[in-house]
């Protein structure tokens, strides 16, 4: 059994696939949860969900790549629960091209939604901890972040500058016994994979040693581990879920 001593946690990106999971599975261990996503309907979806399986949570909609609306609903989360514990940067967005075809929007887009976001809810949520004495950040990158992968330039970038910011943080917040981690994951089956052709599908398993992709749940129960009590003299570490792909 993990142990969480009255915690509450921020998921960002929480309205579906791992994020989605995150929450719930952290909800399931008692933690308290606010649901953050740019979606009202989706990160409401969630927290009503964990609400009525008897849980704790609450939604908020943020636009999390927008500097003042992630310092605004920061400040109102934090006054309203008082103390946020755990911090789950998971929210990211594709735009997939070639990099000679990609044009700034497609760059700017992912790099602010995907990077930018975790530095700005870190500063804002993860400081605090700091003064606490306990805290946990856990930020989902990816195995492209890793080893690349061709036509995901600004995808590639931005999950690698989160292990970065990950090892960067740690050092940082490590006499503060608050703890820093990456989970990588590869390809995991959720709404960016299920537009993915049967056949693209296919030839990615033959990648993958266990010829399979992951699910949500597999990032979540890391991500509860992480988060929890017994993973207090981990920091600074990336986490691949990914069936052995990049090993």
Not at 8 to 33: D, F, P, Q
Not at 41 to 61: F, H, M, P, Q, Y
Not at 189 to 206: E, F, I, N, P, R
């Amino acid at each position: 059994m993990l142990t969480f001593n009255n915690r509450t946690a921020l998921v960002t990106g929480a309205g579906r696939g791992i994020g989605r999971a995150i929450a719930e599975t952290l909800a399931k261990n008692g933690v308290s949860l606010l649901c953050v996503s740019k979606n009202p309907a989706s990160c409401g979806a969630v927290a009503d969900a964990i609400n009525a399986a008897g849980g704790r949570a609450v939604a908020k909609a943020v636009d999390v790549a927008d500097p003042a609306a992630v310092k605004q609903a920061a400040a109102e989360l934090l006054s309203q629960a008082g103390k946020i514990d755990i911090l789950v940067n998971n929210a990211g967005i594709t735009r997939d091209g070639l990099i000679g075809r990609m044009d700034d929007a497609d760059w700017n887009d992912v790099i602010r939604t995907n990077l930018t976001s975790a530095f700005l809810w870190t500063r804002e949520i993860a400081w605090p901890m700091c003064r606490n004495r306990w805290g946990r950040v856990i930020n989902i990158t990816s195995v492209t972040g890793l080893v690349g992968n061709a036509g995901q330039a600004n995808y590639a970038a931005a999950k690698a500058g989160m292990i970065g910011l990950t090892k960067a943080t740690a050092k940082e917040f490590a006499r503060r016994n608050v703890t820093v981690n990456a989970i990588a994951p590869g390809f995991i089956g959720t709404d960016m994979t299920a537009v993915l052709s049967d056949d693209v599908k296919q030839a990615a398993t033959q990648f993958i040693p266990m010829r399979r992709f992951g699910t949500p749940e597999d990032i979540a129960a890391a991500a509860a581990f992480l988060a929890s009590e017994q993973a207090a003299y981990i920091t600074g570490q990336v986490l691949a879920i990914d069936g052995g792909m990049a090993m």
